[in-house]
């Protein structure tokens, strides 16, 4: 027995309200789909609506500039998706006439755009016969068929993806979104609510008993974590601020100086010395504030805050040895306190700044 029609039927009563499900609209659903990843959906609800008033269609975002769409995904988390989505608008601008293409292959081609984003917004704007395979997804068709695959693995989220394709009804907009809502609301990973499940009679699993034992995903190797030393460094109102100008973790943001060390012991003397050598600002002992932890995708960061108040003098000082060397290309190191809410800051920083706030 097919579970699609039990599953829509389920769906069109129980459905969560969400802006993004008020629309065909493909940009739109391709904008939520982008921000629902790694995000949860009571997270994402405000950023979307701010992002949507602020850039209501792709010519709109496409025009803004990229510190205006990082201050708008400010706190969200992976800026890479922000970024990519800002050159993907670009793109369908020049060679899309600005409309989101409607043939799967051209969507894949674009930038930041993988497998499932593009099947979410052709099935769910365009009604097309593709796939939506994410984590709930793998979670939901894993039980159903009562499959132990690694779902870690691309060949286990390939064939589940030939078995919603072989499930799809003429349906295909709410299908998926249909098994998404099951997977986040009832089929949920360490209890699933089947007593109250559309799709109980044909689920596998229940029938084993072995609800509990799937999916199977291999265990990620333990996240590295480094110990990082970051300077909270206040001249008078001002506060030294840096972009972070390297490719890599938080590329383009604004944030604290900080540097990599071992040996607590040695964190401050690491932390004055990279200071002085790479900004030339040079600091006296300053005062431990406390640690937080901020967890990225493969790393976690061991943020260690030390505080320091320059001299007005000295920094002016300072700054003027800096300038007559080239050296501040960007005078905007030094930022007045109650202008940081005008820049975009990643929420490891944002842990940071709580901690001064709480002394
Ligand atoms: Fe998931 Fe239980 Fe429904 Fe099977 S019956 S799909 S395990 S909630």
Redo the contacts with the bound molecule.
Sequence with gaps: MSHSLQLLNWYFEHQRRLPWRETSDPYKIWVSEVMLQQTQVDTVIDYFNRFMEAFPSISHLANAQEPQVLKLWEGLGYYTRARKLLSCAREIVLNHNGRFPEEFESVLKLPGIGPYTAGAVMSIAFNQAYPAVDGNVMR?YS??YNLYDDISLPKTRKSIEQLVIANLPQDRRHYNQALME?GAM??RPKD???GH?P??LC?M??EAGT?LELPVKAKKPQKRIIRMAVAYVRRGEDLFIVKREEPGLLHGLWGLPMTEFDDMEEAQTMLRTHMADTYQVLLEEGAYRGMKKHVFTHLVWEMHLFAYKLDFADALYENRAAETEGIYADPTHWMPHDSLKTLAFPTAIHKLFQIIQDV
């Design positions: 939901v039980r159903l099951l009832v089929c699933p609510l089947c499940c799709v109980s689920c699993s229940l609800q």
